[in-house]
């Protein structure tokens, strides 16, 4: 049967996007899960092992940027068929995130309850979750050996391989994690539990990623490709990673003081922001699978000396998931109350949830177009301007702006998603132009 160049393309966008969105999915999952088990041990374990992730994630997201310069390399070289250096990127890659992990466990597990003394929340919940976080820091080389070896195996086009390894360490944390909290065959640790549940579950992850990259028939990843340094190795995929972690910590420091502004609005709007957020980040599973494909085609098609068919990918995956996350919008605006009320009854948290969930519709056609061209520039190696687009979006727009609405002028929590909506839309605009421009290919 005779195929379609354009066919072609769609399959492989799609091949490589449904793995990474079941990928998502199933991590979205194991936090449900275990909010609804810690939660049965009462509000204090709850609200602690919710600050602890969240620290200790925030950080180490940070971090696992490198395994975004590493996947942008791997992408090229893999497509040009230099499996050799794709190797050494992979490895190199690895040691840098034990290395930095490590150097992360260290400074967490000292400086954890200070930093939890700075928020509001009782001493009884910071005491707590001081105790968790030390637990979930322990564990961060193996997190960010696990995050940067499957954004490898991403990189060469294998998300469903990397989904498997992810679907291994979910099962493996809930698994655990039930045990550990409720006493099922092991000893009743509690919140605790939960905590060492994630950890295992992540040198569970981190062990089957190196298995599997030194079984990869192209790659067979050994010891001395991760612990021999390679000082030129490094140095590039620091060139591409560096810009990378820097917009992680723009984003994630952002949110963090986007959450504190909003806290001032009262307890009805902001517990209705909180909900509204989680049926948001429904919407950030696809964009994220088209992310990588984009990131991952590009920087194949580039290795392989065929820049006019990347950025046909580029274009084509932005099409397809402009129209899909568009459609998406349409029907969570339309089903926006029914969503709002799985979380809460109370009619007032309804109301106001049921609006900011209707306004983020509006950020879901820009959204797409931030995920598939960011992706596709960092799978040109261009990681800069995705960095510059989303400080300035965070920093210079939406907390400038959110502060004068909400904390000077006192508008209600629909205005912080309406000046959101407008910060993507400036985003996209500027991210098209950077692409449509080609200066990247300089």
Same mark, same amino acid.
């Given at each position: ?86 190797? /050494? *990127?992979?490895?190199?890659? +690895?040691?840098?995130?034990? &290395?930095? =992990?490590? #150097?992360?466990? @260290?400074? %967490? ?60 360490? /979910? *099962?493996?944390?809930?698994? +655990?994690?039930?045990?550990? &909290?409720? =006493?099922? #065959?092991?000893? @009743?640790? %509690? ?252």
């Amino acid at each position: 049967m005779i195929v379609s160049i354009g066919d072609y393309m769609r399959r492989q966008i799609i091949k490589l996007v449904w793995p990474v969105i079941l990928e998502g999915a199933g991590i979205m999952a194991v936090g449900v899960l275990l909010t609804a088990m810690v939660g049965r041990l009462g509000a204090v374990p709850l609200a602690a092992v919710g600050l602890a992730t969240m620290l200790q994630f925030s950080t180490a997201m940070v971090f696992a940027a490198a395994g975004t310069g590493a996947a942008a390399i791997v992408a090229r070289e893999t497509g040009a068929g230099n499996w050799q250096e794709a190797r /050494n *990127i992979i490895g190199q890659a +690895i040691l840098l995130g034990a &290395v930095l =992990g490590t #150097g992360v466990a @260290a400074i %967490g597990w000292f400086a954890a309850e200070f930093v939890l003394n700075l928020t509001a929340a009782e001493p009884e919940v910071i005491g707590l979750a001081g105790s968790l976080v030390k637990i979930a820091f322990m564990f961060t080389p193996l997190f960010l050996i696990m995050s940067i070896g499957t954004a490898a195996l991403r990189g060469m086009g294998k998300t469903q391989t990397a989904f498997y390894i992810t679907l291994v360490s /979910n *099962i493996s944390a809930i698994g +655990i994690a039930y045990a550990l &909290v409720f =006493g099922h #065959g092991l000893p @009743a640790m %509690g919140p605790y539990g939960a905590a060492w549940g994630m950890g295992v579950a992540q040198l569970t992850g981190a062990l089957v990623v190196l298995l599997v990259l030194n079984r990869q028939q192209k790659v067979q990843l050994s010891w001395r490709h991760v612990l021999v340094v390679r000082s030129k190795v490094i140095a590039r995929i620091m060139d591409i990673s560096v810009p990378a972690a820097l917009e992680q910590l723009a984003m994630q420091s952002g949110r963090m003081v986007f959450t504190f502004m909003l806290a001032g609005v009262g307890s009805m709007q902001f517990a209705a922001h909180q909900i509204a957020t989680q049926i948001e980040s429904m919407s950030f599973l696809p964009g994220f699978g088209f992310s990588v494909a984009s990131m991952t085609l590009v920087g194949q098609y580039l290795g392989k000396g065929m820049p006019h068919r990347a950025i046909q990918f580029a274009w084509l995956t932005n099409k397809i998931a402009w129209l899909s996350m568009t459609a998406a919008g349409v029907i969570i605006f339309i089903f926006a109350r029914e969503l709002t009320t799985l979380f809460i009854d109370d009619p007032q948290v309804t109301h106001w949830g049921t609006l900011c969930v209707m306004i983020a519709v509006l950020e879901q056609p820009t959204l797409a177009i931030c995920f598939v061209l960011g992706g596709a520039l960092r799978g040109a190696g261009d990681t800069r301007w995705p960095m510059y687009v989303t400080t300035m979006g965070v920093w210079l727009i939406r907390l400038p702006l959110v502060y004068l609405f909400i904390c000077v002028w006192g508008y209600d929590i629909t205005a912080a998603w309406y000046i959101t909506a407008g910060d993507f839309l400036i985003r996209g605009a500027i991210l098209w132009w950077r692409f449509d421009s080609r200066k990247w290919a300089k």
